[in-house]
Nanobody, 125 residues
C-alpha cells in the first residue's frame, strides 16, 4: 500500500500561484503513475493532471492547460502540481492519487488505487 500526503494549499488572490506537493511513503511510488484531482463544493471529483512513471508523458484537463504543470521527483518520492494564474473557479480540495499501472495517465477516479486526504486551495477574486 502507498500512502500519500498533500501539502501546499492555501488562500491566494486571483492571478497568484501555489505549488502543491504529494509525498508518498515507500519505494513503490517510483513505479506508480500519479494524478491530481480536485473537488469543489457540490461537484464531483474532477481530473486535473496526470503523469506517468518516468515523467515523460503528461495529461491535463482543458481547464488548466497552460496554467498548471505536473511533475515528479522519484528520488524524493514526491509529486508536484505547480499552479499559476489561479482563478476563483480553481477553488477546490485538491487530491493526489497513485495508479499502480506505471505507464498510465488515467483521467478517471476509479482507475487510481491510492488517494491522499486532500489540501484546500481557495482563490479569491
Amino acid at each position: 500500500q502507498v500512502q500519500l500526503a498533500e501539502s501546499g494549499g492555501g488562500l491566494v488572490q486571483a492571478g497568484g500561484s501555489l505549488r502543491l506537493s504529494c509525498a508518498a511513503s515507500g519505494r513503490t511510488f517510483i513505479t506508480d503513475a500519479m494524478g491530481w484531482f480536485r473537488q469543489a463544493p457540490g461537484k464531483e471529483r474532477e481530473f486535473v493532471a496526470a503523469i506517468n512513471w518516468r515523467g515523460d508523458s503528461t495529461d491535463y484537463a482543458d481547464s488548466v492547460k497552460g496554467r498548471f504543470t505536473i511533475s515528479r521527483d522519484n528520488a524524493k518520492n514526491t509529486g508536484y502540481l505547480q499552479m499559476n494564474s489561479l482563478k476563483p473557479e480553481d477553488t477546490a480540495v485538491y487530491y493526489c492519487a497513485a495508479d499502480r499501472t506505471p505507464w498510465a495517465t488515467a483521467k478517471t477516479v476509479h482507475e487510481y488505487d491510492y488517494w491522499g486526504q486532500g489540501t484546500q486551495v481557495t482563490v479569491s477574486s
